[in-house]
């Protein structure tokens, strides 16, 4: 098990940037995928950015270009680098992770019942 907490979540105009944070702690070595998913008001939560321990990083063609996952390994914090933001961006965000890393093959493939550990989440919101 591992604990996530997130911030950096933030209200920003459209075409701005914001920095995601998510700190670990916990049995981080069996987490050998981290991600980020976003929820929208009525809508289900999808995923923009996962990492895996070897550094490969996949994204979905909504966000890709703009969005950028990291991770700093000494800190066990994640990040995800958001530019150009758009009000579709506006959503809470949350950090995930799971033991098992999927083959995406270059196409983003993970949902959220591919992730076991979650944080609370983060508040994005873009005006136009």
């Known amino acids: 098990q591992v604990q996530l907490v997130e911030s950096g979540g933030d209200s920003v105009q459209a075409g701005g940037s914001l920095r995601l944070s998510c700190t670990a702690s916990g049995d981080l070595y069996s987490m050998l995928v981290m991600g980020w998913f976003r929820q929208a008001p009525g809508k289900e939560r999808e995923g923009v950015a996962a990492i895996d321990s070897d550094g490969e990083t996949i994204y979905p063609d909504s966000v890709k270009g703009r969005f950028t996952i990291s991770k700093d390994n000494a800190k066990n914090t994640l990040y995800l680098q958001m530019n150009n933001l758009k009000p579709e961006d506006t959503a809470m965000y949350y950090c995930?992770?799971?033991?098992?890393?999927?083959?995406?093959?270059?196409?983003?493939?993970?949902?959220?019942?591919?992730?076991?550990?979650w944080g609370q989440g983060t508040q994005v919101a873009v005006s136009s």
């Open positions: 995930a992770a799971d033991p098992s890393p999927l083959e995406c093959d270059g196409t983003w493939c993970y949902t959220e019942e591919d992730f076991t550990s």
